[in-house]
């Protein structure tokens, strides 16, 4: 099936929004596009996949021919995913940085060079203005109340667990942050935005040239087994600790 006659509908991080955006316009065929919130990064991996299952539950499957989860690793909020009746197509992805990198291999080699890098981008800057997205709005940090102040952290664990946590577990001090640019019109206000921002933290701001290369493959395909994974219709996805990291299994 080639892609004007496949119908495809899109499942995504609110993350992906703008350079999603921008790729439709490139895109053969149609597809429908569904923004699921930010809010579901900062949760635990089953409360993710109950929200993406939701939103793949809705699907009226006799619409479509494929559903694209636009997602990676992540919270592991994929871990289980299962589309009953459709192929899902997802991105071989630890996150949406390397996605935005263009290749994983582009990503790690910078994020081995330069670990204590913070990444944006333009959706992680939007993210950050709602308050939802952040360096202390990690999974665990939810969990255990880390974007707290101290003082709430004592009333919940006490005073000696509370500071523990506190000075165990606050968020790291990133040496920079670095900006992803994916060619969104408002990128110079955004980069601007947060090099101010990264300037109230004491740290420099990075520009780096990303790649959007894989997002209109995603959208468009072919889709290659190095960047993607298709799941048959009712198979569901599991986690691999290998290059693949993700493969699709039989549904529980």
Not at 67 to 93: D, K, T
Not at 107 to 134: C, H, I, K, N, R
Not at 139 to 147: E, P
């Amino acid at each position: 099936m080639n892609a004007a006659n496949n119908r495809r509908i899109l499942l995504s991080c609110k993350i992906f929004e703008r350079e999603v955006e921008q790729a439709l316009a490139r895109v053969t065929g149609e597809v429908v596009v569904e923004y699921l919130p930010l809010g579901l990064h900062c949760g635990s991996a089953e409360d993710a996949r109950m929200g993406i299952q939701a939103a793949l539950d809705a699907i009226d499957e006799e619409d479509f021919d494929t559903v694209l989860v636009g997602y990676g690793l992540c919270n592991f909020g994929i871990r289980g995913l299962v589309a009953r009746r459709l192929p899902m197509v997802i991105p071989r992805s630890h996150d949406c940085i390397s996605f935005l990198f263009g290749s994983r291999q582009r990503y790690m080699a910078f994020f081995e060079a330069q670990p204590d890098s913070y990444f944006l981008t333009a959706g992680w800057v939007d993210g950050m203005d709602e308050g939802t997205l952040g360096p202390d709005k990690t999974v665990l940090g939810s969990q255990l109340g880390l974007n707290r102040d101290l003082t709430a952290l004592i009333e919940k664990y006490g005073e000696d667990n509370g500071r523990y946590l506190y000075d165990q577990l606050k968020p790291r001090q990133y040496a920079q942050r670095v900006y992803v640019t994916t060619g969104c019109p408002e990128e110079p206000a955004l980069i601007q935005h947060a090099r101010e921002e990264a300037a109230k933290q004491g740290c420099p701001l990075q520009v780096v040239q990303g790649d959007t290369v894989l997002v209109d493959r995603f959208l468009n395909g072919p889709w290659d087994e190095e960047n993607f994974l298709v799941t048959p219709p009712g198979k569901q996805v599991a986690v691999v600790y290998d290059d693949r990291l993700i493969d699709w299994t039989e549904a529980e």
